[in-house]
């Protein structure tokens, strides 16, 4: 092949891409202030309080150590102590920028104390210097992703190599070693507590969604009952009076012309209202009356089982699943009524196992479908729950609709087991749950 035509590797391309994405990253001045907690209310503003009293406590402190162990009584500890304490308050609203300041403040602080170092005390960074850098090093953690991390702690580790290779007094002793440890340590917890932030955030948006799921399925099974309740009486009725109107002139001898043209206005009136009552019911059944551009909206499938189980695991559960037999297409009653199973099985497995190890398994069988959802006792306290109950009842109506069977039930160990059994082949060729409403749970 010709060298001109050889397509690019792309494995320098992206890591180039990468790269540059990292220095857009850390030269960022975007602000981005740090999130309340979410619970309990009343500690919402705690991590801000927090990070008030620090900078006033290392501030005081940088300019307590200034003065007492190195013997300088410059008015411009003031202003270092300051900006020691304005950093760290700052890295409350844009962390990259607060945490250049307070390098760039480190490095005055270094330069300041140079001459004044005696035998053994700390150069580049003071004592209390790593400590006093790390709550930017953990604002930092807390909303970039690791790989940003990483890279801040490098360039402050870095910057203090530089400066101890180029300006080391004689008598100092290296604080590089502890400044690694401290900011490592910083970087681990910021990323530790920001991944708790990430999953509970997906857990919340699990819950809603499931909730509103749960609505919507509410609503449409109040409207397929009303439907029901308008087909079977008022569509009977109409039907009825259609008849008796086609039928009426056969029983009277010789009507006149003039009851003939009621007798078929009032027929053809009452069929109007049928085909009329026949669209505001299809309305009724519909999932989506308000999407007509959309009408045939694709139910869940199967297929998307690892979508579903990926979003459990991001709010916080270990899912295991494991699939036996021979996996192939099933009716779409089967693969929406499995897929409902499962996805309000694990949702009760967020709201009152959480911490637990839930393990989803389906085994294709020759004319069966087995489903079995289990998980281990949970690890820690279930918040309390707004939920009805219903879900177990909707999902053995669900199996009941196709001939199934489901069963629920505490485990030994403390977990629990929800097992169903699906039959593949349906009787005369039936495909129920292919309607438009589905069963409430």
Same mark, same amino acid.
């Given at each position: +092949?010709?060298?001109?035509?050889?397509?690019?590797?792309?494995?320098?391309?992206?890591?180039?891409?990468?790269?540059?994405?990292?220095?857009?990253?850390?030269?960022? !001045?975007?602000?981005?202030?740090?999130?309340? +907690?979410?619970?309990?209310?009343?500690?919402?503003?705690?991590?801000?309080?927090?990070?008030?009293?620090?900078?006033?406590?290392?501030?005081?402190?940088?300019?307590?150590?200034?003065?007492?162990?190195?013997?300088?009584?410059?008015?411009?500890?003031?202003?270092?102590?300051?900006?020691?304490?304005?950093?760290?308050?700052?890295?409350?609203?844009?962390?990259?920028?607060?945490?250049?300041?307070?390098?760039?403040?480190?490095?005055?602080?270094?330069?300041?104390? #140079?001459?004044?170092?005696?035998?053994?005390?700390?150069?580049?960074?003071?004592?209390?210097?790593?400590?006093?850098?790390?709550?930017?090093?953990?604002?930092?953690?807390?909303?970039?992703?690791?790989?940003?991390?990483?890279?801040?702690?490098?360039?402050?580790?870095?910057?203090?190599?530089?400066?101890?290779?180029?300006?080391?007094?004689?008598?100092?002793?290296?604080?590089?070693?502890?400044?690694?440890?401290?900011?490592?340590?910083?970087?681990?917890?910021?990323?530790?507590?920001?991944?708790?932030?990430?999953?509970?955030?997906?857990?919340?948006?699990?819950?809603?969604?499931?909730?509103?799921?749960?609505? #919507?399925?509410?609503?449409?099974?109040?409207?397929?009952?009303?439907?029901?309740?308008?087909?079977?009486?008022?569509?009977?009725?109409?039907?009825?009076?259609?008849?008796?109107?086609?039928?009426?002139?056969?029983?009277?001898?010789?009507?006149?012309?003039? !009851?003939?043209?009621?007798?078929?206005?009032?027929?053809?009136?009452?069929?109007?209202?049928?085909?009329? !009552?026949?669209?505001?019911?299809?309305?009724?059944?519909?999932?989506?009356?308000?999407?007509?551009?959309?009408?045939?909206?694709?139910?869940?499938?199967?297929?998307?089982?690892?979508?579903?189980?990926?979003?459990?695991?991001?709010?916080?559960?270990?899912?295991?699943?494991?699939?036996?037999?021979?996996?192939?297409?099933?009716?779409?009653?089967?693969?929406?009524?499995?897929?409902?199973?499962?996805?309000?099985?694990?949702?009760?497995?967020?709201?009152?196992?959480?911490?637990?190890?839930?393990?989803?398994?389906?085994?294709?069988?020759?004319?069966? !479908?087995?489903?079995?959802?289990?998980?281990?006792?949970?690890?820690?306290?279930?918040?309390?729950?707004?939920?009805?109950?219903?879900?177990?009842?909707? +999902?053995?109506?669900?199996?009941? +609709?196709?001939?199934?069977?489901?069963?629920?039930?505490?485990?030994?160990?403390?977990?629990?087991?929800?097992?169903?059994?699906?039959?593949?082949?349906?009787?005369?060729?039936?495909?129920?749950?292919?309607?438009?409403?589905?069963?409430?749970?």
């Amino acid at each position: +092949m010709n060298a001109q035509n050889a397509s690019p590797d792309p494995a320098p391309a992206a890591a180039g891409h990468a790269l540059r994405g990292l220095v857009r990253e850390l030269f960022t !001045l975007k602000k981005d202030p740090l999130p309340p +907690m979410a619970r309990p209310r009343w500690l919402a503003r705690l991590p801000h309080t927090l990070v008030v009293y620090a900078a006033v406590f290392f501030g005081s402190l940088t300019s307590v150590q200034l003065q007492d162990h190195y013997d300088i009584h410059d008015p411009s500890i003031v202003l270092l102590s300051l900006f020691t304490g304005f950093a760290i308050i700052s890295a409350l609203f844009r962390p990259i920028a607060a945490w250049w300041l307070g390098l760039l403040n480190a490095g005055f602080i270094a330069w300041v104390i #140079r001459d004044h170092v005696g035998q053994g005390q700390a150069w580049p960074w003071t004592a209390i210097g790593p400590f006093s850098f790390a709550p930017l090093i953990l604002l930092v953690a807390l909303r970039v992703p690791p790989r940003v991390t990483i890279a801040v702690i490098s360039v402050s580790v870095a910057a203090g190599a530089v400066a101890e290779g180029v300006f080391k007094p004689e008598k100092s002793r290296s604080s590089l070693l502890v400044a690694l440890l401290v900011f490592g340590f910083a970087g681990l917890l910021g990323y530790a507590l920001r991944a708790m932030r990430l999953a509970r955030g997906q857990l919340v948006a699990q819950e809603t969604l499931t909730e509103e799921e749960r609505a #919507r399925r509410t609503l449409l099974e109040e409207r397929s009952r009303i439907a029901r309740e308008l087909h079977d009486v008022v569509a009977h009725h109409m039907s009825v009076i259609s008849i008796q109107a086609q039928v009426a002139p056969h029983l009277v001898e010789n009507p006149s012309q003039e !009851l003939k043209e009621n007798l078929a206005g009032i027929r053809e009136n009452a069929l109007e209202a049928l085909t009329e !009552l026949r669209r505001v019911l299809g309305v009724l059944r519909s999932e989506r009356p308000d999407d007509p551009a959309n009408p045939h909206h694709p139910q869940p499938t199967l297929a998307e089982l690892d979508g579903l189980v990926d979003n459990v695991r991001g709010a916080g559960l270990e899912v295991t699943t494991e699939t036996a037999g021979i996996r192939r297409p099933l009716t779409p009653g089967v693969e929406l009524t499995a897929y409902r199973i499962v996805q309000e099985a694990l949702s009760n497995c967020l709201r009152h196992a959480p911490g637990s190890r839930v393990e989803v398994g389906i085994a294709y069988g020759p004319r069966e !479908l087995h489903l079995c959802i289990a998980n281990s006792a949970p690890t820690r306290v279930a918040a309390p729950s707004p939920g009805t109950g219903h879900g177990l009842l909707g +999902m053995r109506e669900r199996a009941g +609709m196709l001939g199934g069977e489901l069963a629920a039930g505490p485990r030994p160990d403390g977990g629990y087991e929800v097992s169903a059994v699906l039959p593949m082949d349906l009787p005369g060729g039936a495909v129920p749950g292919t309607e438009k409403t589905e069963k409430a749970s």
